[in-house]
């Protein structure tokens, strides 16, 4: 089982940046897919970015692309979300998740282990 929290959430002006943390402990996350996902007030859970698990893999939704850059560190069992130019439509609730299978997936469906999620809201 593997447990995860994120931080690094925070309320951020537009065309700011953010770097938001999931750090994870248990066994597993260094075989494991993680993907970050988010979401606004009153609407459904949205894919982010996803990597592999030896962290040479990205995707990321074309809403965030070249914008976000999602990275790993093994060694210390942590994601990153880096996030620039961030804007008020980039707000909400973001979450990391975890994926044992090697192959990457952006429904969060395919996902078993979820962290609480971290605010980030940007203002226009």
């Known amino acids: 089982q593997i447990q995860l929290v994120e931080s690094g959430g925070g309320l951020v002006q537009a065309g700011g940046s953010l770097r938001l943390s999931c750090a994870a402990s248990?066994?597993?996350?260094?075989?494991?897919?993680v993907g970050w996902f988010r979401q606004a007030p009153g609407k459904d859970r949205d894919f982010v970015a996803v990597?592999?698990?030896?962290?040479?893999?990205?995707y990321y939704a074309d809403s965030v692309k070249g914008r976000f850059t999602i990275s790993r560190d093994n060694m210390k069992s942590t994601a990153y979300l880096q996030l620039t130019s961030l804007r008020p439509e980039d707000t909400g609730v973001y979450y990391c998740?975890?994926?044992?299978?090697?192959?990457?997936?952006?429904?969060?469906?395919?996902?078993?282990?979820w962290g609480q999620g971290t605010q980030v809201t940007v203002s226009g």
């Open positions: 990597i592999g698990y030896r962290g040479g893999y990205t």
């Open positions: 248990g066994r597993g996350f260094s075989t494991s897919v």
């Open positions: 998740a975890t994926r044992p299978d090697p192959t990457y997936a952006t429904d969060s469906r395919y996902y078993n282990y």
